[in-house]
């Protein structure tokens, strides 16, 4: 079966633009998460839907950030007022069941450069 | 908190080599411990995990780990080094009290030469 895509698979925008990256996980699984992995640093995690609901999103860095999985399906990052900053790959993983010792299947990522 | 170290950011080794991955986690509750790699241009693949059952796990394309509380470390090792090996390595951590989410290490990329 299909893993989990993600896309688009690169987005180049400006600083200050509004940019939303989308995620469509394995199909059947409930939980769903989403990091962010910098040039030469290990993935941080920004939020786990568990469902449709956000089941903790402490790793989101400000308000600028949010995102929605409505359906329990697809998800959808939203980044508004981008800054360079922001510029990295971010990931998207998903798990049947979302217990602890389940695999994180893990999406290729989008790449994000703020110009 | 958890926090994951990887020693080594590059390590290199020769094709039929013995390869040796450093990490090292702190947790304040006994862990579930992971290994990923990235190949260049595609998604986290799952090597190995431990979830407290044997403390030496075997994982995928002759990967393997050993749990040791002690040290509290889990290194990656694999007795031959093949070309196809040359990849991205990332250690990760969870535990109870931090929900679903993994720490990860910084990553270690293998090199192998011929």
């Known amino acids: 079966g299909a893993g989990v895509s993600q896309t688009p698979s690169n987005k180049v925008t400006e600083k200050g633009k509004y940019v939303e990256l989308r995620c469509d996980p394995i199909s059947g699984h409930t939980a769903l998460y989403w990091y962010r992995q910098s040039l030469g640093q290990g993935p941080e995690f920004l939020i786990y839907f568990q469902g449709t609901g956000a089941a903790d999103d402490s790793g989101l860095p400000n308000d600028r950030f949010f995102a929605v999985r409505p359906e329990g399906s697809v998800s959808t990052l939203k980044i508004q007022r981008t800054e360079r900053g922001d510029s990295a790959v971010y990931l998207c993983?998903?798990?049947?069941?979302?217990?602890?010792?389940?695999?994180?299947?893990f999406g290729p990522g989008t790449r994000l450069t703020v110009l | 908190a958890q926090s994951v170290t990887q020693l080594g950011s590059h390590v290199s080794v020769s094709e039929g080599a013995l390869v040796l991955l450093r990490c090292n986690y702190s947790s304040s509750v006994p862990p579930y411990l992971f290994w990923y790699v990235q190949y260049p241009n595609q998604g986290l693949q799952l090597l190995l995990k431990?979830?407290?059952?044997?403390?030496l796990v075997k994982g995928i394309n002759g990967f393997e780990a050993e749990f040791k509380k002690s040290e509290t470390s889990f290194h990656l090792t694999k007795p031959s080094a093949h070309m196809s090996d040359a990849a991205e390595y990332f250690c990760a951590v969870s535990d109870l009290n931090a929900g679903n989410m993994l720490t990860f290490g910084g990553g270690t990329r293998l090199m192998v030469k011929p």
């Open positions: 993983a998903s798990s049947s069941l979302g217990a602890l010792i389940e695999e994180q299947f």
């Open positions: 431990y979830t407290s059952a044997a403390t």
